[in-house]
T-cell receptor
Framework: SAVISQKPSRDICQRGTSLTIQCQVDSQVTMMFWYRQQPGQSLTLIATANQGSEATYESGFVIDKFPISRPNLTFSTLTVSNMSPEDSSIYLC????????????FGEGSRLTVL | AQSVAQPEDQVNVAEGNPLTVKCTYSVSGNPYLFWYVQYPNRGLQFLLK??????LVKGSYGFEAEFNKSQTSFHLKKPSALVSDSALYFCAVRDPSGGTYKYIFGTGTRLKVLA
């Protein structure tokens, strides 16, 4: 398994500001993902964080809005830029172990409220 | 296109009774299937998975799930529900045939176990 630490766990932000979420894993992992879980909804994949290169974004998500960094195999950040109330969500960091058989491990999530 | 359906938004069951949370899927190849649980203000936790082999898989906290290829279903079950099982449950599918790492999550089913 993997232990994933995410921070902040929650924050209240003002419209137009940006917030960076950090994700730290206790072991080296190949695949690291960022998901969004809007209130009462399922998980939507934002992007795959690639070590040392640009993240791979899913349809509907762009780098200008959700810049992602991954400087090494255990750490990644997601920034939510120029926030609006529609960005109020839980943002989840997730990893798949290099030798795992498929399951994902999730951080506790970062609950953002944009006023 | 891949998809996962959880037809019930909420399932209520009395403590001590058996529970079933339903999941059906649609993928082009042989799927990897997963169940996750999310407790309030927490990230998702892996419960169990089906990759290949025995259609009945056992997982954490006494949960099990049965893979039914003909019905394209992967229902989550537990013989005797506990109040502490009350949570949000997500079914997820991954189609490994195309080399993709992407997971598709269902919309979630809220399980409420009544004392």
């Amino acid at each position: 398994s993997a232990v994933i630490s995410q921070k902040p766990s929650r924050d209240i932000c003002q419209r137009g500001t940006s917030l960076t979420i950090q994700c730290q894993v206790d072991s080296q992992v190949t695949m690291m993902f960022w998901y969004r879980q809007q209130p009462g909804q399922s998980l939507t994949l934002i992007a795959t964080a690639n070590q040392g290169s640009e993240a791979t974004y899913e349809s509907g998500f762009v780098i200008d809005k959700f810049p992602i960094s991954r400087p090494n195999l255990t750490f990644s950040t997601l920034t939510v830029s120029n926030m609006s109330p529609e960005d109020s969500s839980i943002y989840l960091c997730s990893v798949q172990l290099a030798r795992g058989t498929g399951e994902l491990f999730f951080g506790e999530g970062s609950r953002l409220t944009v006023l | 296109a891949q998809s996962v359906a959880q037809p019930e938004d909420q399932v209520n069951v009395a403590e001590g009774n058996p529970l079933t949370v339903k999941c059906t899927y649609s993928v082009s190849g042989n799927p990897y299937l997963f169940w996750y649980v999310q407790y309030p203000n927490r990230g998702l936790q892996f419960l169990l998975k089906y990759i290949t082999g025995d259609n009945l898989v056992k997982g954490s906290y006494g949960f099990e799930a049965e893979f039914n290829k003909s019905q394209t279903s992967f229902h989550l079950k537990k013989p005797s529900a506990l109040v502490s099982d009350s949570a949000l449950y997500f079914c997820a599918v991954r189609d490994p045939s195309g080399g993709t790492y992407k997971y598709i999550f269902g919309t979630g089913t809220r399980l409420k176990v009544l004392a």
